[in-house]
Structures are given as structure tokens and as C-alpha cells.
């Protein structure tokens, strides 16, 4: 058989893979916190360029690098020298030279339609960052995004099964109590909880088997309230792998649906009062919805 046929020989590594997609932009493995989102089916490659454009953005803003200059210091300094060629070669030959940032998001391999998880690298924290990005939604009714649904925050991940799912969570809780008792004075206040575990082309764990390993970990002034609770506990069940994190006003922000945001604020004929599918279940009784 010719070399032709037999395809490139051992010694040369092959830069994309058969499906045409190169090998550098993915990670074969889901670990560490990150951020799962849903999309629109078919557009999962457009989902993950508009979502690596996302993040950096947010992620400059909220732990900018050192050394890097905003965008406009960028175009402040090339109108001041825009006559001054020397000057602009000189910063062009600088801008080279300097080492490369580390990305710090990177896109895993699902091999799911519908559905992507981008990793998150310290300091970046992904609840945090997500939050961030559904308080502005709510605010302007911009999502910045076109095919991107829903943003799921996860501050670890492990392998799914109970003793690796105990670990996270109390890892996971273990961090969310320190930053609220530092928050807060004196003894730690009563808390109201509630699980929302969601799980993908998964069938080793029962629903109930995952519940009850997380609500091992919780506190003992946390108690559970499915009808108003406090904080939510994220559990997200992918096929071998899970994901937890703690959040505030899941429901207030749509389950952290950008499009029903968008809508929300964008259409107040189709969703009264900024309420959407989700209603704040606080103020259901009164009529009344927070934004």
C-alpha cells in the first residue's frame, strides 16, 4: 500500500482530527469548576466561539491581567501616535515579544448536542462570573450571545459516584459557609435550602441516591425548602461526571436563562413585571416579582 493511501506516516502528527475539528481548541476530559451551557441543537460550534468571547471579556473585567492594556488605552495611544510610523512599529514589535496569557477557558468534549461545558481557570471563579453576566442581562436585556440558552455555574467537578460526589460537596459547602461567615457577624444565621439536580444520559445514581449524599453535607442550621428557599445547591449529572455549586436568586434570574431574560425585559407584554417562566416564589403571594 502506498504512502498516499495509508495516510500520513507515523512521524507526522496529524493536525486535525478526521471530523475536520483541530485537536488544540478541546479538552478530552470534563474536570475542574467551570460553566455547562445548553444552546440551540446544531450550533454548538458557534455556541463555544460566542461563548470563548463571552468569558474573556467578563473574566478582563472582573480579574484583569497584569500588563494588559484595556482596549481603550489601545486606541487612546494609536490616535496619539497614528502620524508617528516609528513609534507604531516600535509597539507592534513590543506587543510580539511579550509572553503569551494562558487561556483561561477552554472548551471540553461532550460529544452531546445541545450541550457544552467550558473549563475555568484560577482566579476566574465561574458562580461569580455567571452572575455577573445574568445581572446584566437583567439589566439591559442584551444577552451577547445568539444560540446560547442556559449558563450553569459549577465550582467543582468529580467523578459520579457517592464518595467522590461527598468529597465535592463538602468542599463546595465547606468554601460558601467561610465566605458567608465572613460576611456576616456573630453566630452563623439559620439558611433555607434547595437541591436542583439535573442529570444527562446518566443511569449508575438515582435521583434520590444524589439528594441524600448532598444533603448529608449541608450544615446544621441549613434546613430544606423546596417552596422559599435562600440559596440553591447546582448539581449537574453528566454521564460520568458532576458538578456542584451554591447560588443565590436562581429563580430570580430564570434558572440563569439569558434568552427568558432577554425576553423578560424585552417584551413586558409577554412576561408581566419582568416575570417569566420562573416566578420569584417569594413574592408570588403578593403579585409581586423582583428585578
Same mark, same amino acid.
Given at each position: 500500500?502506498?504512502?498516499?493511501?495509508?495516510?500520513?506516516?507515523?512521524?507526522?502528527?496529524?493536525?486535525?482530527?478526521?471530523?475536520?475539528?483541530?485537536?488544540?481548541?478541546?479538552? /478530552?476530559?470534563?474536570?475542574?469548576?467551570?460553566?455547562?451551557?445548553?444552546?440551540?441543537?446544531?450550533?454548538?460550534?458557534?455556541?463555544?466561539?460566542?461563548? *470563548?468571547?463571552?468569558?474573556?471579556?467578563?473574566?478582563?473585567?472582573?480579574?484583569?491581567?497584569?500588563?494588559?492594556?484595556?482596549?481603550?488605552? /489601545?486606541?487612546?495611544?494609536?490616535?496619539?501616535?497614528?502620524?508617528?510610523?516609528?513609534? $507604531?512599529?516600535?509597539?507592534?514589535?513590543?506587543?510580539?515579544?511579550? =509572553?503569551?496569557?494562558?487561556?483561561?477557558?477552554?472548551?471540553?468534549?461532550?460529544?452531546?448536542?445541545?450541550?457544552?461545558?467550558? @473549563?475555568?481557570?484560577?482566579?476566574?471563579?465561574?458562580?461569580?462570573?455567571?452572575?455577573?453576566?445574568?445581572?446584566?442581562?437583567?439589566?439591559?436585556?442584551?444577552?451577547?450571545?445568539?444560540?446560547?440558552?442556559?449558563?450553569? =455555574?459549577?465550582?467543582?467537578?468529580?467523578?459520579?459516584?457517592?464518595?467522590?460526589?461527598?468529597?465535592?460537596?463538602?468542599?463546595?459547602?465547606?468554601? *460558601?459557609?467561610?465566605?458567608?461567615?465572613?460576611?456576616?457577624?456573630?453566630?452563623?444565621?439559620? /439558611?433555607?435550602?434547595?437541591?436542583?439536580?439535573?442529570?444527562?444520559?446518566?443511569?449508575?445514581?438515582?435521583?434520590?441516591?444524589?439528594? $441524600?449524599?448532598?444533603?448529608?453535607?449541608?450544615?446544621?442550621?441549613?434546613?430544606?425548602?423546596?417552596?422559599?428557599?435562600?440559596?440553591?445547591?447546582?448539581?449537574?449529572?453528566?454521564? @460520568?461526571?458532576?458538578?456542584? @455549586?451554591?447560588?443565590?436568586?436562581?429563580?430570580?434570574?430564570?434558572?440563569?436563562?439569558?434568552?427568558?431574560?432577554?425576553?423578560?425585559?424585552?417584551? =413586558?407584554?409577554?412576561?408581566?413585571?419582568?416575570?417569566?417562566?420562573?416566578?420569584?416564589?417569594?413574592?408570588?403571594?403578593?403579585?409581586?416579582?423582583?428585578?
Amino acid at each position: 500500500m502506498t504512502e498516499a493511501q495509508s495516510g500520513p506516516s507515523n512521524g507526522r502528527k496529524r493536525k486535525y482530527r478526521s471530523d475536520g475539528v483541530s485537536p488544540t481548541w478541546v479538552k /478530552r476530559t470534563i474536570e475542574g469548576p467551570g460553566i455547562w451551557a445548553t444552546c440551540v441543537k446544531g450550533k454548538e460550534q458557534g455556541t463555544v466561539g460566542e461563548l *470563548y468571547d463571552l468569558l474573556e471579556s467578563l473574566a478582563a473585567d472582573m480579574w484583569p491581567v497584569e500588563g494588559q492594556s484595556s482596549a481603550n488605552d /489601545r486606541d487612546n495611544g494609536s490616535d496619539e501616535n497614528e502620524d508617528d510610523l516609528e513609534t $507604531q512599529i516600535a509597539k507592534e514589535v513590543a506587543a510580539l515579544k511579550r =509572553p503569551k496569557v494562558e487561556k483561561r477557558f477552554a472548551n471540553c468534549m461532550t460529544n452531546t448536542n445541545c450541550v457544552i461545558f467550558m @473549563s475555568c481557570k484560577p482566579p476566574v471563579d465561574p458562580v461569580k462570573l455567571v452572575m455577573k453576566h445574568v445581572e446584566n442581562v437583567q439589566k439591559t436585556g442584551v444577552t451577547r450571545t445568539k444560540y446560547t440558552h442556559r449558563l450553569t =455555574p459549577v465550582s467543582g467537578s468529580c467523578v459520579a459516584n457517592l464518595p467522590e460526589l461527598h468529597s465535592l460537596c463538602h468542599r463546595t459547602v465547606a468554601a *460558601y459557609c467561610a465566605l458567608e461567615n465572613q460576611s456576616s457577624e456573630g453566630s452563623p444565621r439559620a /439558611r433555607k435550602y434547595k437541591i436542583e439536580l439535573r442529570t444527562r444520559n446518566h443511569n449508575t445514581l438515582t435521583r434520590m441516591e444524589i439528594i $441524600q449524599e448532598v444533603a448529608k453535607c449541608m450544615p446544621s442550621n441549613y434546613t430544606v425548602d423546596l417552596d422559599d428557599p435562600d440559596v440553591f445547591v447546582l448539581v449537574e449529572v453528566f454521564k @460520568s461526571t458532576v458538578g456542584v @455549586s451554591i447560588v443565590e436568586d436562581y429563580y430570580r434570574y430564570q434558572k440563569f436563562n439569558v434568552m427568558e431574560l432577554a425576553n423578560a425585559h424585552n417584551e =413586558p407584554e409577554r412576561f408581566e413585571k419582568g416575570a417569566g417562566r420562573v416566578r420569584d416564589k417569594k413574592h408570588e403571594d403578593n403579585g409581586a416579582v423582583n428585578v
